[in-house]
């Protein structure tokens, strides 16, 4: 079975800074990891994903993600926040090649960007 | 194109009542999903489908049911409301072997 863990439950930056949001996993097999992200009132929209080859992932609106193996880790970075990213962020997991696509996701991340 | 649809966007119901939360999508895709949101739990899967007729069980299955029987439809049925089962709910779909899934806007509902 596979798990997500994002320990922190809110991040406040400031516009302009940049700003590091945490996943972490466990699992016993491979695994495809996702960020989504949850606008106000929305439903969720794919940020990124990692499935194989190069670590460092590229996504929408600026953000990237660095898939770490040994730490199991895929943080998702942003070197300058703007107002508009506030949001919620959800790290996600699944079976790598599985014939159903079922997410284990995190408990999500509330960024809360300032003026 | 519409993707993932839901309907109603919101709904109130009574203990007791039972409701079906409708799931459409256009895309001819095999896979789909309805998950749970709660504040502090992220999603949780309910239930999912890998085609017409065929439905599994996920994480927190307890007091819904599910059938498919086209491959656009995957309607989620409340048969007794519980105040437990307030929540936001959202139908997710994709291709089989595919590792993205397309989510609905979602529907809340309050069970008093």
């Known amino acids: 079975a596979q798990s997500v863990t994002q320990l922190d439950s809110q991040v406040p930056v400031f516009e302009e800074a940049p700003v590091e949001l945490r996943c972490n996993y466990s699992?016993?097999?491979?695994?495809?990891l996702f960020w989504y992200v949850q606008y106000p009132n929305q439903g969720l929209q794919l940020l990124l994903k990692?499935?194989?080859?190069?670590?460092l992932v590229k996504g929408i609106n600026g953000f990237e993600a660095e898939f770490n193996k040994s730490q199991t880790s895929f943080h998702l970075r942003k070197p300058s926040v703007h107002i508009s990213d506030t949001a919620e962020y959800f790290c996600a997991v699944s079976r790598a090649g599985g014939a159903t696509n079922k997410l284990i996701f995190g408990t999500g991340t509330l960024l809360a960007v300032q003026p | 194109n519409a993707g993932v649809t839901q309907t109603p966007k919101f709904q109130v119901l009574k203990t007791g009542q039972s409701m079906t939360l409708q799931c459409a999508q256009d895309?001819?895709?095999?896979?789909m999903s309805w998950y749970r949101q709660d504040p502090g739990m992220g999603l949780r899967l309910i239930h999912y489908?890998?085609?017409?007729?065929?439905?599994d069980q996920g994480e927190v299955p307890n007091g819904y049911n599910v059938s498919r029987s086209t491959t656009e439809d995957f309607p989620l049925r409340l048969l007794s409301a519980a105040p437990s089962q307030t929540s936001v709910y959202f139908c997710?779909?994709?291709?089989?072997?595919?590792?993205?899934?397309?989510f609905g806007p979602g529907t809340r509902l309050l069970v008093l």
């Open positions: 997710a779909s994709s291709w089989a072997y595919s590792e993205t899934q397309y």
């Open positions: 990692y499935l194989s080859g190069s670590t």
């Open positions: 489908s890998v085609g017409a007729g065929i439905t």
């Open positions: 699992s016993s097999v491979s695994v495809y």
């Open positions: 895309m001819n895709h095999e896979y």
